[in-house]
């Protein structure tokens, strides 16, 4: 077998492939766009390097055929990285089911994360956000991939069990039909706050994002500072992501409610753009996107995705959600415009947000696992801590 780092374009198209090949044989399987994996390991791109490093390896067997790859990241900002060892990551790990060869790959990575000096790591994840690329699937392939969620084949598990990873945390998806009936919780509480006077709950307009950014900002920075588990944001970076999905988004999907005009909770969903790109095979060129707008144009998109949602802690508990919810169910239940629902992934960490894909009578649809390896195999291992609510 033999390892090399991706330090050209021939290396960079070979480390694009490997995934495609080891997921070849299931018919549920999206690629993602290599435009997008490529800008997750330029520096031009991904702000992340402005913290860490990230480098890639692909490996071929002695007749020059792929079998796998694996990247590796240091991140100063990841906020697993540990006080008391430096915990560096691994992604877009694939391979055959070898686990001689599965072990190549990780002891290349662990060898360059303990120069770096790193003590642990986590994987596979992403080097940046967790919405893309986090987490080993386990549970969950006979159905398509929503966007930005990993997919691999079911073998994987043994490969990073026999090294000796460790589950540091399970990742739950839920689902539900859009038709669903809501549970009679939703039509109590969304008649109790109509009735007083204040409180609104309505979606976005494409032609405000600029507002609509700014009460993003509002909430998540109010909902989401409260237990560190992710940084403030910026009007800037908000404005910067609404255009970047402007083509994709539906305003009628994206809702916010408000107190006396004051934001105080939202409810972000968006089109599982996968559904267009299975039929591009990683590319986006000039005819993959005028295709997009063709498809988009013409409702072919029947399944939503959860992108963020949060609560002004002071009306958490009030049952706002559930008032902001239900005005959303009003508006797109019952018209064909999208007929499933999949939630972004929860940390089993994080039981307020599991809590409410239950409460909205979703069922658990996939399960990912985001694993830990210790370097020193005598150190005690612990799994991610649950949520501190402040």
Not at 25 to 50: G, Q, T
Not at 76 to 90: A, E, V
Not at 96 to 116: G, H, I, V, Y
Not at 258 to 280: G, L, R, T
Request: hydrophobic share 35%.
């Amino acid at each position: 077998m033999q390892i090399s780092e991706v330090n050209n374009k021939q290396l960079e198209k070979d480390f694009l492939e490997v995934n495609a090949l080891m997921n070849r044989h299931n018919p549920c399987y999206i690629r993602s766009l290599d435009n997008e994996v490529k800008a997750v390991f330029d520096p031009a791109k991904n702000k992340s390097f402005k913290y860490g490093e990230a480098i890639r390896w692909v490996l071929k067997d002695d007749n020059g055929r792929l079998i796998g790859r694996i990247a590796a990241f240091t991140n100063s900002k990841y906020i697993n990285n540990g006080t008391d060892f430096p915990t560096g990551g691994i992604g877009f790990f694939d391979c055959t089911d070898n686990q001689e060869a599965a072990n190549l790959l990780f002891d290349t990575a662990k060898a360059w994360l303990q120069a770096k000096g790193m003590e642990a790591m986590d994987g596979p994840i992403n080097f940046g956000d967790r919405d893309k690329w986090w987490g080993l699937m386990v549970e969950g392939f006979d159905s398509e991939p929503m966007y930005g969620m990993s997919f691999n084949p079911s073998y994987y598990e043994a490969l990073f069990n026999n090294y000796g990873f460790k589950n540091y945390y399970n990742q739950y998806y839920y689902h539900m039909n859009v038709d669903d009936p809501l549970p009679a919780r939703f039509p109590e509480r969304h008649a109790k706050f109509k009735a007083k006077p204040g409180y609104e709950a309505r979606h976005a307009k494409l032609s405000e994002l600029d507002k609509y950014a700014e009460d993003f900002v509002t909430v998540y920075n109010a909902a989401w500072a409260q237990h560190g588990e992710a940084k403030e944001v910026t009007k800037e970076q908000i404005v910067k992501l609404f255009n970047s999905m402007k083509p994709i988004m539906d305003e009628r999907t994206v809702w916010f409610a408000y107190y006396k005009e004051e934001p105080i909770a939202m409810f972000i969903n968006i089109p599982d753009v996968n559904q267009y790109f299975k039929h591009f095979n990683g590319k986006m060129g000039l005819l993959q996107k005028l295709r997009l707008l063709w498809l988009k144009k013409t409702g072919y998109c029947k399944r939503l995705t959860g992108l963020v949602f949060g609560v002004v802690p002071k009306y958490q508990a009030l049952g706002i959600d559930s008032f902001m919810i239900y005005e959303s169910a009003l508006l797109l239940q019952n018209k064909g415009w999208y007929t499933e629902y999949e939630m972004g992934w929860a940390g089993e960490w994080n039981p307020k947000m599991l809590n409410i894909y239950k409460s909205l009578g979703g069922t658990q649809s996939r399960r990912m696992i985001t694993f830990r390896y210790l370097f020193n195999r005598d150190a005690a291992f612990e799994r991610h801590p649950e949520m501190e609510y402040k």
